[in-house]
């Protein structure tokens, strides 16, 4: 069963940093792009950053340029996103998806999607 599963959010203050995982299974992972998206409430999905199947492309959405780093580990089929310096404006829930070898800018060119991990950013 193919499935994309994201861990590591949870509630963090300004300024803090935390650090999500998106493991897939029954999947190679390291045949696809990996996107991150995230969902605030009452807001359109957006992406965050992507990164391709060998690691040799990157991307940031410019309200985490600087802040947010893209990263995997293929032998552990797993993709990382280390978020650094989070703001109030970062809550939302995270998810991560697959397409096939290279980003893409939208959201329907990506096969398989997580369930999601909510993040939360308050003092």
């Known amino acids: 069963q193919l499935q994309l599963v994201e861990s590591g959010g949870g509630l963090v203050q300004p300024g803090g940093s935390l650090r999500l995982s998106c493991a897939a299974s029954?999947?190679?992972?390291?045949?696809?792009?990996i996107g991150w998206f995230r969902q605030a409430p009452g807001k359109e999905r957006e992406r965050v950053s992507c990164?391709?199947?060998?690691?040799?492309?990157?991307d940031y959405e410019d309200s985490v340029k600087g802040r947010f780093t893209i990263s995997r580990v293929n032998a552990k089929n797993t993709v990382y996103l280390q978020m650094d310096i989070l703001e109030p404006e970062d809550t939302a829930v995270y998810y991560c998806?697959?397409?096939?070898?290279?980003?893409?800018?939208?959201?329907?060119?990506?096969?398989?999607w997580g369930q999601g991990t909510q993040v939360t950013v308050s003092s």
């Open positions: 990164i391709s199947f060998n690691s040799g492309y990157t």
């Open positions: 029954g999947l190679i992972l390291g045949n696809y792009a």
């Open positions: 998806a697959a397409r096939i070898r290279y980003c893409s800018n939208y959201d329907n060119d990506y096969l398989y």
